[in-house]
Each structure stands twice: as C-alpha cells, then as structure tokens.
C-alpha cells in the first residue's frame, strides 16, 4: 500500500474487508472537534475518587498475596499452570493501576500517584517515571509515524536495512510477545534510548531526579527478589514470580499491540501537517477482553482514554458510551468476546503477517506487508 496526499487515500481490495471508498474515509479529517468529543461526557467522569482506586490496589494486591500462598501451600503440579495464568493476570492488572498513577487520573495528589505508581510498578520490575514519560510521550504524539513511543511503525527503509533478528523478534510469534523488558532498556527499533537512564534522549534535564528514583526503586525491587531467591531457592522463586512476570508481559505486549494495529480496515498513520491530537487518537482501537475487562480495569476501552487520559478507569466505559454517537464511524466497534477473548488470537496472528513497515513519504500511510517474511 503506497501512501498518497489525504484526500485521494485508498487501499487495496485485499487489505480491506468491504468498500468504504464511497461511505467513509477513516483518514478524513472528522467533521468534529475534540470540544465537541470533551462536551457529550459528563462531567462526573472527569472526578477522582482516590479512595475508589486506592480499594481497586488493595483487593488486587489482596488477590496477589492470596494465589501466591495458596499455590506455595499446595504446592501441587496441576495448580502451579493456574496459578501462574491468574497471577500473572493480576500482574498486569497491577501495571493498569500504576499506569492510572502515571496518568494522574488515579487522584488529584501528585505526590501520592507517584507513591502508588512507585509501589505497584517496581513490583512487576516497571520503573515507573521512566516509563510514565515515554508513555506521555506517546499520547502526545499518538498515530503519528516517527514522533509516536513504542509500537509506531518502522519505514520501509528502516525495516529492509533491518537485521533478521529485529525482523524476526517484532514480528514473529511468541518472541514479539515478550519485547517489553528489551523496549525498556533499548527502546524500539530506529529509536536509541533507556528507561532507566537519566541522560536518555527520552527525558529531559528536569527529569533527571525523577528517573533515578525509578531506576533506583527497581534495582530496590531486583535486590528484594535476589534476597528472596536466596531465601527460598530459585526454584520457588522461578514459579511463584517468573513464570507470572512473564505471562504479564505478554498481556502487556498484546493488550498495547492491538489497541493500536488488527482491524479489519486498515488504522491510518500521519505525519507533518495532517497529523493532530485527535486524528491520532481517533487512530486507536477498543477491544473486548471478555471476563478480564473487569479485572484489568476496563483497559481495553482505549479510545477515549487515549483522547482523555485524565479520566479514572471506572468511569472509562459511560464515557465511552457518551461520545459514540459524536464520534460515528470514526469508532471502531470491538467484536464482542465470549469470557476468554479467543478470538484476538486470529487478530494478533493476522495482524503481524500484514503489518511489517510503512511507506517512508506521504502525510497519510498505512501498514503494507513483506510477503517474504518468514
């Protein structure tokens, strides 16, 4: 697919389900302003309770604890595979509150996000300032091809001169579901850079404090493990915290690939003039994930809190429900899932097939795909 000016952008047949050439054109400006989105929501979903979320950090780190001694008390080779898919569910689950502290939407009191954030981050070996900057980051710039943070596209020069192992570990399944520690310390291909240094080009002098106190909390929390490995022996160690560390990062890689790629008509991409804050957040996808919704703090409604961040993740789904009508077909309407989202497997598959690179000119592009890649 070749990117062309804005007003003239199409897609191949077979890259799109359905002809939406006549009807609509997802890379149209939209006929309204983010007022007008910010308008249809009522006001209470802009309100903080920080007792609402601090309940929300105590019943998972209560869930936490509790299938970390029921799993040692039984100790038993049929429940060590449940208790690693739920804990490591609840690890993610732990990530989502943290990022809620970096969002500022968990309460109004900067201090206490940030001890929060701090608390419920370096547990699952997160530093938490560094990434709540690139996070910022990337809603500040999201949908748009260079300036966006984490899953932006690779050009088409960036990803031929890439090496097999790049291709092969951003596209490949499982090795892509486990890309968040390596994003952490390197960042993602064509961009240099490390979570955990001050002097990273992620950061700014002013943070500097900031990041070393993540980085030092982290080491605290690495510290913390290796005593406990010690303690108890690394076998212990290896199926009470590193199987469920894994399974949280693979949540964490797939829940944030596809609120950004696998729809089923291609996602537009922009630069330069035709990219602004709300045609990159009208870029994003919500997804359904079934019984985890719940658990994983309705995360998965990501539209409006890629426009809105400030908004707490309890009033996430009224919000979302207000500004439908406003937004139209801008919204892409998640497939509905059973209680185990299955069937984003098929979109998570097909979606790393197609998606490989896109065009390296034009102020409107789309994923093309390397028919070649193995």
Known sequence: MVAVPLRTVTAPQSDVVGDFSKEFDPAAPPPFSLGDVRAAIPKHCWEKNVWRSISYVVRDIAVVLGLAAGAAYLNNWLVWPLYWAAQGTMF???????????????????????VFG??????ILVPYHGWRISHRTHHQNHGHVENDESWHPMTEKLYKDADIFTRFGRFQLPWVMFAYPLYLATRSPGKTGSHFHPDSSLFVPS??????????????????????????????????????????IVWLDAVTYMHHHGHEVKVPWYRGKEWNY??????TIDRDY?????????????????????????????ATKAIKPILGKYYREPET??????????????????????????????????PGLK
């Open 118 to 123: 701090h608390i419920l981050h370096s547990s």
């Open 337 to 370: 899932s059973g209680p185990v989202p299955i069937h984003l497997f098929k979109v998570l598959s097909k979606s790393l097939k197609e998606d490989q690179f896109v065009a390296d000119d034009g102020d409107v592009v789309f994923y093309q795909s390397d």
């Open 207 to 248: 943070e500097r404090n900031d990041v070393i106190t993540s980085t030092v909390c982290w080491s605290a929390m690495l510290a913390l493990l290796a005593a406990m490995t010690a303690a108890v022996g690394p076998v212990w160690m290896f199926k009470l915290y590193v199987v469920p560390y894994l399974i949280n």
């Open 278 to 283: 709300i045609r990159g957040g009208l870029s």
């Open 92 to 114: 993610w689950a732990l990530f989502v509150l943290g990022h809620d502290c970096g969002h500022g939407s968990f309460s109004n009191n900067k201090k206490l996000n940030h």
């Open 290 to 318: 079934g019984l985890f919704n719940n658990i994983h703090h309705d995360i998965g409604t990501h539209v409006v809190h890629h426009l809105f961040p400030q908004i707490p993740h309890y009033h996430l789904i009224e």
